[in-house]
């Protein structure tokens, strides 16, 4: 069992936003580390290329996407980032996008209307809600002739509810509408499968629950796209090809990237499909000890096309009593858990992952609550 460096005074529920790097990959990027002070030049001119190769190389396979259509990029947001700078946008072009999307990238959204005169519309996927199906009708609903591009969760960072994203990408296909994929939480959580069915882009996050080093995040653009995206900080090597130009962007640290492998490895040897599996039954657990010790609804049936290691549930409060929550279970009981203000309404997210959390800490957490919101 991997060592994780998780302060065991803490009940750490919160998965979702930052994994826990356990320390024997610590200690892989320590040795890239030092390799590159040992000889920089050799290491960042010379070798990098071959290292970024071989990474790519293993993290398409997990992912099955196109290896020459696959790069590194710091984290999912910087991924998005690179697209939604690049697309060639005209005046009056929409993006389509949910109210369960994450807010750094309503803000990215936001930024290419100013400089793009597109605009941005938010289908409303309800929340509750009983089936996948209800996801795919309130999307559909959304698109006007006017919509060039689709940027839709796989798992949505404020709900955790999982979209059906493969009905979402054939939807988009038929309608001849390029689609972005926002699979930050995808990697080490589903089973990912880019070459069946791919997006025109897609960006996935490898330090949350493949557990890679922090800065470890995967973009993939289908081959009609190349040509067209750039990353966000234009280099030596702009106008010469997708890997070439994200390889090198200016002079950073590389070793997080270079870890990417090690982090499959482990996570496959943790028993891959049913490591995953073992999360879900967690949260399974957690979200009905959570809702009974409160006594609310839980906002959508126990089906695991709609969630799995992490789940959010309602709290009986109204926003206004939200504040100082999040501190005060981290201060007063030890807990860290994100308590969520969305839509009007107040959430509490849980995660489970089996190396770390037990049932017994979802207890803790439902004490805790009603506790405060007392």
């Not at 996927?125 to 009983?130: A, E, G, M």
Request: glycine share 6%; with cysteine; proline share 7%.
């Amino acid at each position: 069992m991997p060592t994780h460096l998780l302060d065991p005074t803490i009940c750490f529920l919160n998965h979702g936003s930052f994994g826990s790097t356990p320390q024997e990959l610590l200690d892989l990027q320590q040795d890239f580390r030092r390799l590159m002070e040992r000889e920089p030049v050799d290491f960042l001119v010379r070798e990098r290329d071959s290292r970024w190769r071989s990474a790519v190389a293993s993290v398409s396979s997990f992912l099955r996407s196109d290896p020459e259509s696959t790069v590194f990029v710091h984290n999912a947001t910087s991924g998005i980032n690179a697209v939604i700078q690049s697309f060639p946008w005209d005046r009056g072009d929409q993006i389509l996008t949910t109210n369960h999307r994450y807010d750094a990238v309503r803000r990215t959204l936001e930024h290419a209307m100013h400089r793009h005169g597109v605009d941005v519309v938010e289908a409303q996927v309800p929340f509750p809600l009983d089936s996948p199906e209800q996801i795919l009708d309130a999307i559909g609903a959304a698109i006007t002739p006017q919509t060039r591009m689709m940027v839709v969760d796989h798992i949505a960072s404020p709900t955790a509810i999982i979209f059906p994203i493969d009905d979402v990408i054939r939807m988009a296909r038929e309608r001849g509408i390029a689609i972005l994929v926002d699979g930050a939480h995808a990697p080490g959580h589903l089973d990912v499968d880019l070459q069946t069915n791919p997006p025109d882009f897609w960006v996935g996050n490898l330090h949350k629950w493949l557990c890679a080093p922090k800065g470890c995040a995967v973009l993939v653009v289908e081959k009609q796209w190349h040509h067209a995206v750039h990353p966000t900080a234009i280099s030596h090597d702009y106008g010469t090809g997708l890997q070439a130009e994200f390889r090198w962007t200016g002079t950073l640290d590389p070793s997080a990237w270079m870890c990417a492998p090690a982090a499959i490895e482990l996570h496959q040897e943790q028993g891959g499909p049913s490591f995953r599996a073992a999360h879900h039954d967690l949260v399974q657990q957690g979200r009905r000890i959570v809702a009974d010790a409160l006594d609310v609804d839980l906002p959508h049936p126990d089906d695991p096309l709609l969630y799995g290691a992490m789940a959010t549930i309602p709290l009986p409060c109204d926003v206004d009593a939200l504040e100082g929550l999040w501190m005060r279970l981290r201060e007063h009981h030890k807990i860290e858990v994100p308590i969520l203000s969305w839509n009007g309404r107040s959430f509490v997210r849980i995660s489970g992952y089996a190396a770390y959390n037990t049932p017994a800490q979802y207890r803790k957490l439902a004490s805790a609550l009603r506790s405060e919101l007392r």
